[in-house]
């Protein structure tokens, strides 16, 4: 069974870390693109940051770029997603998806449920 499964959300105070996992069953990870998303209460999801399968080119959102860090572990079938100086407006559902192609062409073939993170004192 295909399956993503998204871990490592939670609570943590304003310019706390977290560090956001994808973990495939099913297909391997690597020959896949992976994108992470968000989606807040009341807004539309984000797409926030790419890593490519062809070459390992990542992709950041004006928003966080410079505070997150995409990369993968082929040998845990897992795609980390590093979150630094954490604020109130990352408040959100993230999600995770992966597909065949790049970064910013095609759609996502197969989607995690998502995991909540909340940054509040």
């Known amino acids: 069974q295909v399956q993503l499964v998204e871990s490592g959300g939670g609570l943590v105070q304003p310019g706390g870390s977290l560090r956001l996992s994808c973990t495939a069953s099913g297909f391997t990870l690597h020959a896949y693109t992976i994108g992470w998303f968000r989606q807040a209460p009341g807004k539309g999801r984000e797409t926030i940051s790419c890593?490519?399968?062809?070459?390992?080119?990542?992709y950041y959102a004006d928003s966080v770029k410079g505070r997150l860090t995409i990369s993968r572990d082929n040998a845990k079938n897992t795609v980390y997603l590093q979150m630094n100086s954490l604020k109130p407006e990352d408040t959100a559902v993230y999600y995770c998806?992966?597909?065949?192609?790049?970064?910013?062409?095609?759609?996502?073939?197969?989607w995690g449920q998502g995991t909540q993170v909340t940054v509040s004192s």
């Open positions: 890593i490519s399968s062809s070459d390992g080119s990542t």
């Open positions: 998806a992966a597909k065949i192609g790049s970064c910013h062409f095609g759609e996502y073939d197969y």
